[in-house]
């Protein structure tokens, strides 16, 4: 699966622009402020519905616009599909497929997989366990079609249960609730167990190609103690949830331990390490996804030379083209990419002030 054309309105400092973009390696180089990473930003967009920038999306509205839209068209075996995205000023959004008006925005991320990695996110996965546990999810979900709605049905109790916390309500109160969510949590922790195991398959070779040195290992923990059951561990610590407001344990708290001998990854990595293993991360599960359900994500790379020597860069570019599939780069100078690469990138796109060329 790839996009063949791709076309930006009124998105941060792009007023209009068109790509035609091709199979393989995409690269997009530009100076500092002329537009790289909000083109990465707008295919984003048109997978997850957000940014990967910044939480308030109506921010990437062009200063002097009322909306944004990003439209593309993509291929793949069964044909080509065009997805349309626009969103307003006040929040408005409308998302269409072929046409067709589409309510949910899990469906964008079903239709269009992306893996990004940007200088942020890779920071983000060593800072907290929220964007490691959407790893492991985002994997979660493209790999069983159970996901989706137990962890809806999941987050739907928990909050109605931390609620109930919150009103005083007695354990009795509770224990209807509790059994509901031990249901769902169980079949959303079984799921995300499977993901991380085969997931780790695939890791493998990847780090030991990355990072051949280094031992790094990665582990899948599910929220609360291995060794006990929930239904009893939301029972014994009603007393201490209903202090606090909130459940303690639970699938919400589930994580994705990397560690280094027995220190965390980001204690015993340097950053151009930590930047490969993230890449490693993010490659595997793509890989994954392809060899679970035959389809490729499209890879979105910000600054990949950045923080990374030539070798690395080398290293990094085969596995991503070696994916097979559609890769985007964006790089200040075009020769930091070219130069590590054996064959010519696809396509090269010059960005000057929000305006974008297609360079021979
Ligand atoms: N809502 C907006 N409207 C107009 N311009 C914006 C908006 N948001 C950001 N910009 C501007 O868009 C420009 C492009 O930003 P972008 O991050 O895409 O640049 P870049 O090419 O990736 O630069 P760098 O090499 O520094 O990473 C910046 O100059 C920024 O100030
Ligand atoms: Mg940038």
């Keep these: 699966m790839s996009l063949i054309r791709l076309k930006i309105d009124t998105f941060r400092n792009i007023d209009s622009a068109q790509l035609l973009p091709g199979d393989g390696l995409n690269l997009i180089y530009g100076l500092n402020g002329s537009g790289k990473t909000s083109i990465l930003e707008a295919i984003y967009f048109l997978g997850m519905g957000r940014s990967f920038r910044s939480h308030l999306s109506q921010r990437v509205i062009n200063t002097d616009a009322d909306q944004l839209t990003v439209f593309a068209v993509m291929q793949h075996a ?215 359900s035959d389809k490729n994500s499209i890879y979105l790379v910000d600054d990949l030379p950045s923080e990374l020597d030539a070798d690395h860069r080398r290293l990094l570019l085969k596995q991503l083209t070696d994916t097979g599939a559609q890769v985007f780069v964006t790089a200040i100078e075009p020769s930091a990419i070219v130069d590590s690469l054996h064959r010519a990138p696809s396509r090269m796109f010059h960005v000057e002030h929000g305006r974008v060329t297609q360079v021979e």
């Design 78 to 292: 069964r044909g080509e599909d065009k997805v349309g995205f626009r969103r307003s000023r006040n929040g408005d959004t409308e998302v269409r497929i072929n046409g067709d008006k589409v309510k949910r925005l899990s469906v964008l991320a079903e239709t269009l997989p992306i893996q990004v990695i940007t200088p942020e996110s890779f920071s983000l996965l060593f800072e907290g366990p929220k964007s490691r546990r959407q790893f492991i999810d985002w994997g979660a979900f493209h790999s069983d079609p159970h996901f989706y709605q137990a962890w809806t049905n999941t987050r739907r109790i928990l909050k109605q249960r931390n609620q109930l916390l919150r009103d005083g309500s007695s354990y009795s109160n509770i224990q209807f609730w509790d059994r509901e969510l031990v249901r769902y949590a169980e079949q959303v922790t079984s799921i995300r167990n499977a993901y991380v195991d085969s997931l780790n398959e695939l890791l493998k070779g990847i780090i030991g190609e990355f990072l051949p040195r280094v031992s790094v290992k990665v582990s899948f923990t599910r929220g609360w103690d291995s060794k006990t059951d929930l239904a009893q561990l939301l029972e014994t610590q009603y007393q201490r949830d209903l202090s606090l407001g909130h459940t303690v344990s639970g699938p919400h708290k589930a994580d994705l331990r990397l560690r280094v001998g027995n220190l965390p990854a980001q204690d015993a990595l340097s950053r151009g390490q930590l930047k490969l293993l993230v890449c490693a991360l993010r490659i595997a599960q793509g890989k994954l996804l392809k060899q679970q």
